[in-house]
């Protein structure tokens, strides 16, 4: 027993003091710190879009600038909201909605609802003498805002439009209009705006029989189409340029389409409107009745009575055990491969003899595996621990995330399946590589006999987000008990509270598994650690098996 403690330790050490192990035990925290703090530092340091608009129709350029409008409104009204949460006093929290919990959609109707109301009033709260006359009656208000607060700054706008350049007429057809502003939407060149030059984002073109290329339902829409794409195939045919019909936009940045819908929205919803009024309809009582809207509460028949009701833990409680599958997977994967290559290593260089001359196989296969477990508990508790503290310092609903999240673990008991499946997935898995790395000298054999055992460890991550919509379907039941499979497959089911029969009899066919697998590993091991040469057959290797 001490011979497996040492050589556990040495193992520990040896490793511990690895480049690998350190990039790996804080890659992970580093990760998620980028995830949270420098995604939305790159969200606000993105820069402003500047797009011309040319509508030769005269029908849509209001309803556009409009929308832009709202859009920009309602990214002051996020910013003041932060503002006050910031530096409000807590009679004043407590009765705000946090901002960053506020869904952009779900802004957007707050603030349509408000200009509703309030009409042209709006424009005049957003801007920056509105927004200060707001913020001192807020800080005289008893419970206002502290005293010691920084000024409130205006965030910058997503989108801007800038004018054609003067030497170009509007009028003129959109096609030459869209090759003479080809230049600019390519960065060639640039355009004069507040006295800066600025590069072009986008050119959105509105012709003015831009109403011949409405699409209609019904008959008339299926003729249209028809006739459309016959012209489109007669004129390639005769190898001419396809006319284009309809409006244009032209963007060289294909990755952002936020412009790009929010002009096809503003479109379709004027057109909605005309459409009412030329059929005689009330256009404000439709936008009224397509307002209205019925909600459906979530409940949950496995709750008590009166409590029914599916909170934000209910949901973090059906989800959480897909990260653990993942942070499972990652862990088996990444010391059990540490297993093989040092094996391998200690193997090619004749170490393993001198650690033989002074223990046996079993106790060196032993001490091998408890080593290699310390290294991963130790990884896997630093990125859990990591992961919490990150959230908790970090600002607005993430905050608010671990908390819920700590009571569905230690409520739940996911914490205990967790570390028995890891201890049982990693004596498994390790058991194998370990058997891997005995029969090979060299890693590129390591990884030419790794094949199989990949395939095999991909259908965990295949299966993984689909486990939970059917925790106790006829798929993750098959999956359970494969013992390749259950750590995996019973983990990602642990929150579903599958059948006692699924829970106790997969564990013990695991623990049989492992144990049976343990066994072979060690006949494997005992035999193919000081073999040279090319790696046994697989008719010896069952030789060694039944010996």
């Known amino acids: 027993m001490r011979a497996i403690f040492l050589i556990a330790l040495r193992e520990y050490a040896e490793n511990a003091k690895t480049k690998g192990f350190w990039i790996g035990l804080f890659l992970f925290p580093v990760i998620i710190f ?68 506020l869904s952009a959609d779900l802004l957007d109707g707050m603030m349509a609802k408000a200009e509703s109301v309030m009409g042209p009033e709006m424009d005049a709260m957003f801007t920056p003498a509105g927004i200060e006359v707001m913020l001192t009656q807020m800080a005289t208000a008893s419970g206002g805002l502290v005293e010691d607060r920084p000024p ?77 794409q016959e012209s489109a195939r007669k004129a390639e045919a005769d190898g001419e340029a396809i006319a284009r019909k309809g409006g244009q936009f032209w963007a060289a940045n294909l990755a952002d389409a936020d412009l790009k819908s929010r002009i096809q929205r503003s479109i379709n919803n004027e057109l909605h409107h005309t459409e009412l009024v030329l059929r005689g309809l009330d256009a404000d009582a439709v936008a009224e009745v397509n307002e209205t809207s019925l909600s459906l509460s979530s409940l949950d028949p496995k709750k008590d009575e009166g409590k029914e009701e599916v909170s934000m833990a209910d949901k973090i409680r059906q989800w959480a055990p897909v990260g653990f599958v993942y942070l499972l997977w990652i862990g088996i994967f990444t010391i059990s491969q540490m297993l093989l290559n040092n094996t391998v290593e200690e193997k090619s260089n004749r170490i393993i003899e001198v650690l033989l001359s002074s223990v046996t196989a079993a106790e060196l296969m032993l001490g091998k595996l408890a080593g290699i477990a310390g290294i991963g508990i130790t990884m896997i508790g630093v990125w859990m621990g990591s992961l919490i503290t990150i959230l908790k310092l970090s ?12 009571d569905v673990l230690l409520g739940s008991g996911l914490i205990y399946w967790f570390v028995l499946y890891f201890c049982l997935g990693y004596l498994l898995y390790a058991g194998i590589f370990l058997a891997i790395g005995s029969l090979c000298n060299t890693i590129k054999d390591a990884q030419n006999m790794m094949g199989p055992i990949m395939v095999i460890m991909m259908v965990p991550l295949i299966t993984m987000m689909f486990i939970p919509k059917d925790p106790n379907g006829t798929l993750a039941t098959i999956l359970s008990w494969i013992p390749l499979y259950t750590p995996f497959t019973m983990m990602n089911r642990a929150a579903a509270d599958p059948p006692m029969f699924d829970k106790i009899g997969t564990l013990v066919l695991l623990v049989c598994f492992t144990f049976f697998t343990l066994l072979m590993v060690g006949k494997v091991f005992r035999a193919g650690i000081l073999r040279t040469g090319q790696p046994p057959k697989f008719r010896e290797l069952l030789t060694w098996i039944k010996s």
């Open 34 to 101: 980028a995830s949270i703090f420098v995604q939305k530092a790159l969200e606000e340091s993105t820069p402003t879009r500047h797009f011309i608009l040319v509508d030769q129709s005269g029908l849509y350029g209001t309803s556009i600038r409009e929308d832009i409008a709202k859009t920009y409104r309602s990214d002051v009204a996020r910013a003041l909201g932060e503002y006050v949460q910031d530096h409000g006093v807590n009679s004043v929290e407590q009765h705000l909605p946090d901002p960053e919990k």
């Open 395 to 406: 600002s607005g609903p993430e905050a608010e995330i671990p908390n819920v999240l700590l």
């Open 152 to 228: 409130f700054e205006m965030p910058k706008a997503r989108f801007q439009e800038v004018s054609l350049p003067i030497e170009y007429d509007a009028d003129l057809p959109i096609d030459e209009l869209a090759k003479i502003l080809r230049p600019y939407l390519k960065g060639e060149k640039t355009i004069t705006h507040d006295g800066e030059q600025i590069q072009l984002f986008a050119a959105a073109l509105l012709p003015r029989d831009i109403q011949e290329s409405i699409d209609r339902p019904g008959m008339a829409g299926l003729l249209k189409m028809a006739a459309d």
